[in-house]
Every structure is written in C-alpha cells, then in structure tokens.
C-alpha cells in the first residue's frame, strides 16, 4: 500500500486499511444508530480498498465480481452511495466524479476541502474547519444560507512533484 493512497492531514484519525476502515464505519454507526447492512459495508469497503477515488460504474463493476447477485443490482449499490454519503462516512468529488473514504468516520456529514493530484489522483481531505466556517461566515454576510459547499482543488501532491524534479 502507497502512502498516499490514505495521506491524511491528521495522522491521527489516519484510516489504513479497508476492513479496519469498514469496522471503524460499524461501530460509528452503532454508536448514532444507524444500520450498516450487507450491501452498504461491501459499498464502503470497496471505496475504502481502492487506492483513489472510485468512479460509480468501477465501484458497479466490483461488487457485480464480489457478492451475491442481488447486491449487483445497480440502484441497491446507488442507495447505498447515498446513505454513506448523507452520513458522512464517503465524500463525493465532484470535480472527477468519483467516491473517496473519509479519514474520519466517527464525525457526521461535514464540508471539506479537498487536494486531488492531477498526476496520481491521490485525493487528500484538508482538515481545516477554519476554510469552511470562513465561507459560510461570508456567505451568510451575504444572506445566503450555505447547504453544502464543494471545495475541490487541483493540482500536484509532494510526491509527484519531487517524482518530476527528480528530487
Ligand atoms: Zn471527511
Ligand atoms: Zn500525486
């Protein structure tokens, strides 16, 4: 497994495999009382093992290999995105259009911004609560009420540009 792969601003909250992730994610749920069935903990594991972001028809195609076939059925997969989505525990990247883990699965649905590498894909979360507060402040300013914010930033991880530079 690459480093960055799981490169977390946080080492402490650093998830480093898919069934450690898949088990941090069951017992967050038990913990807010929501139910991780079969098919949503085979969703989350497959996002959690995949070295970057997952696009829906990849993550399709990897559960029609894996499970029974009626986890294959792709609107119970779709379903499944979303309660993971709606609960915190996936982000959706919407510049690239594909699902990552959160480093953080105890914390509810958050905002974020994210760090996508152009060159391997590595998608970092940014934890810094600073940023967001500081949008919704000035947007509420404004008057406008903030719902969600997206905040996807692109451009080249430490590793690939010490890779270009040889360094
Ligand atoms: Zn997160
Ligand atoms: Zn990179």
Excluded at 34 to 39: D, G, N
Excluded at 117 to 133: G, M, T
Aim: hydrophobic share 40%.
């Amino acid at each position: 497994m690459t480093a960055h792969a799981h490169a977390c601003t946080d080492p402490k909250h650093h998830v480093h495999d898919g069934p450690a992730f898949v088990d941090a994610v069951e017992r967050a749920c038990r913990d807010r009382r929501l139910r991780l069935t079969p098919i949503r903990a085979s969703v989350l594991g497959l996002i959690a093992e995949a070295e970057q972001p997952i696009k829906a028809y990849d993550l399709l195609d990897r559960v029609r290999e894996g499970d029974g076939p009626g986890a294959a059925a792709p609107p119970t997969v779709y379903r499944a995105l979303d309660f993971l989505l709606a609960n915190g525990f996936i982000h959706k990247l919407q510049s690239v259009n594909a699902f990552v883990a959160c480093h953080h699965p105890s914390t509810a649905q958050h905002s974020v911004p994210f760090l996508i590498c152009d060159s391997c894909h590595a998608a970092v979360e940014l934890e810094d609560s600073k940023i967001v507060a500081a949008l919704d402040e000035r947007a509420r300013e404004l008057g406008f009420t903030p719902r969600a914010q997206t905040l996807e930033v692109h451009g080249t991880c430490a590793e690939c540009a010490a890779e270009s530079t040889g360094a």
